[in-house]
């Protein structure tokens, strides 16, 4: 019953560095999602993929590119890393959304 | 654009007492779900509850249960018997149907105490 899998669960880059943020679900679920929460401000939606082969654009994809590599893995990379990318991280899945997300443990990132 | 607001960014209760965490929604949609999600220290995001705009009748888990007024554009969530466990961010959620992805409120932080 492992659901949704996220690596790495901490991180701290220097400003600049890339990296990239992985995701698997092993539900069969065709949505995925990656959220980031910062304090006061909820969780906003970075990138989703609705289906594989597909994604789109959320609320705040400044500085993000995805990648849905197969039905089961969905990964976040941040290119050149900026302090303002300080965040948690959360990957979800969902069979449809009305029934609502699975989230991963979260990724929380420092940038310095 | 559909906005969650959660007025309450922090509350405080003493165990076994019941409390209500606010909830409002903005949307000109007519079929939509809303949901209470629950992270604890842990981090880990928990579905506490999920409402069907379209039924009346309030949904109920356990001690968890939802006051949804629909013309209000309102869905609160009440603990009742509060445990030390329900210490916890809440989050109030809201979905479109047919829509790909759920917009978040800000979150309660709830704290629980002895």
């Known amino acids: 019953n492992a659901g949704v899998t996220q690596t790495p669960k901490f991180q701290v880059l220097k400003t600049g560095q890339s990296m990239t943020l992985q995701c698997a679900q092993d539900m069969n679920h065709n949505s995925m999602y990656w959220y980031r929460q910062d304090p006061g401000m909820g969780l906003r939606l970075i990138y989703y993929s609705a289906s594989e082969g597909t994604t789109d654009k959320g609320e705040v994809p400044n500085g993000y590119n995805v990648s849905r590599l197969n039905k089961r893995e969905f990964s976040l990379r941040l290119e050149s890393a900026a302090p303002s990318q300080t965040s948690v991280y959360f990957c979800?899945?969902?069979?449809?959304?009305?029934?609502?997300?699975?989230f991963g443990s979260g990724t929380r990132l420092t940038v310095v | 654009a559909q906005t969650v607001t959660q007025s309450q960014p922090e509350m405080s209760v003493q165990e076994a007492e019941t409390v209500t965490l606010s909830c409002t929604y903005d949307t000109s949609e007519s079929n939509y779900y809303l949901f209470w999600y629950k992270q604890p220290p842990s981090r880990q995001m928990i579905l506490v509850i999920r409402q069907e705009a379209y039924k009346q009748q309030n949904a109920t888990e356990n001690r968890f249960s939802v006051n949804f007024q629909k013309a209000a554009k309102s869905f609160s969530l009440k603990i009742s018997d509060s445990q030390l466990g329900d210490t916890a961010m809440y989050f109030c959620?809201?979905?479109?149907?047919?829509?790909?992805?759920?917009?978040f409120g800000q979150g309660t932080r709830l704290t629980i105490n002895p």
């Open positions: 979800a899945s969902s069979v449809i959304p009305n029934y609502g997300y699975t």
């Open positions: 959620a809201f979905g479109i149907q047919g829509a790909q992805k759920l917009v």
